[in-house]
């Protein structure tokens, strides 16, 4: 798993996924190691693709593109920290 999130941000990168790239270089400037960096991108990309963790039903592909970039448009360190926060507490509820 850790390497399949590694390689799907790596090649949002390669693409030029403007969110995803910017997002990067502002993960950076806060100080962030790259590794760190691309971890904190993937827990995006685990919180906003439809179906999963944080995926809705109840949005189109659309949508979701848009929140998944508005995500990466605005995620700090500090953010990140709360979403995996969020992540771990559900994904712990929902192992219960």
Excluded: C
Excluded at 10 to 22: F, Y
Excluded at 61 to 70: G, M, R, T, V
């Amino acid at each position: 798993m850790h390497a399949l999130l590694h390689v799907n941000i790596e090649n949002m990168l390669l693409t030029g996924k403007g969110p995803v790239t910017r997002a990067l270089e502002k993960l950076r400037a806060e100080g962030h190691p790259r590794h760190k960096a691309i971890h904190i991108l993937a827990t995006i990309w685990l919180a906003y693709p439809v179906g999963s963790i944080g995926g809705s039903a109840n949005l189109t592909h659309q949508e979701q593109q848009l929140a998944f970039n508005a995500a990466m448009e605005t995620i700090t360190g500090e953010r990140w920290l709360q979403l995996h926060k969020l992540l771990r507490n559900k994904l712990k509820k929902d192992l219960q």
